[in-house]
């Protein structure tokens, strides 16, 4: 009503000559004219504003894919370079005159086998806790986001626009999804590649010592996964 009020007030002012107002018969189509070219603009910048929450929105929601795509290729990375380690230690024994009779990894190899690996696992739990940090910060600019406009759309559209936090909540799901997926697998990618080395190695005749350094293992990975 005052934004009514106020563009009646301009108009009229137009027609103000030496302090009388000569009212034209058009006057009451400017001022119909002039309100809904106010209206226009306001939805403009509506619409403008909806279309900023949900760019923005959607730059929140391309961190979780950025996120799983760097732990993938830390996943990929590493794997590989302990594949790769592995068989090229093993290529050289065999080519080196080692017997099938024979243990193919000395001990020597073998610790600095399980020195890597371990540094993968740790490597991993560094991948893990960065992720972590990523959820929050997502979280962080979510929450950002939407106080940043409170003050332009009422409550009730903002969840609507917001789904009501489900939004966040899938994108908080998959990222715990993936993360726990791949840890998994990393995990007994390690676990496998362990067991192939001591099984190789000079170790492979002390059970008691490899039964108690898998029970090790396997308690530290289901402790952080």
């Not at 009514?4 to 107002?21: A, H, P, T």
């Not at 760097?70 to 370079?81: E, I, Q, R, S, V």
């Not at 893990?128 to 409170?150: A, P």
């Not at 192939?196 to 170790?203: E, F, G, M, P, Q």
């Amino acid at each position: 009503k005052a934004d009514k009020i106020g563009i009646v007030r301009n108009i009229l002012s137009l027609f103000i000559l030496n302090d009388n107002i000569n009212i034209q018969e058009n006057v009451l189509f400017s001022i119909k004219s002039s309100f809904k070219t106010y209206l226009k603009e306001n939805l403009d910048k509506y619409v403008s504003i909806r279309n900023q929450i949900y760019q923005e929105l959607d730059s929140i929601i391309n961190l979780s894919s950025i996120a799983k795509k760097d732990f993938l290729d830390g996943f990929k990375n590493n794997l590989l370079a302990c594949i790769s380690f592995f068989f090229s230690t093993l290529v050289m024994n065999l080519l080196g005159g080692s017997s099938i009779n024979n243990s193919l990894f000395s001990k020597d190899v073998v610790l600095l086998s399980y020195a890597i690996f371990f540094i993968s696992f740790l490597y991993m739990i560094w991948m893990r806790n960065d992720i972590n940090n990523e959820k929050k910060n997502i979280s962080k600019r979510y929450k950002i986001l939407k106080e940043r406009y409170s003050d332009l759309l009422i409550n009730e559209e903002i969840d609507a626009i917001f789904r009501h936090g489900e939004e966040l909540e899938e994108q908080i799901d998959y990222i715990d999804g993936f993360k726990k997926q791949y840890s998994i697998l990393w995990s007994i990618s390690l676990f496998i590649l362990f067991l192939v080395v001591t099984i190789l190695s000079d170790y492979n005749g002390d059970f008691d010592f490899l039964s108690l350094f898998i029970k090790r293992i396997l308690s530290i990975v289901l402790f952080i996964i």
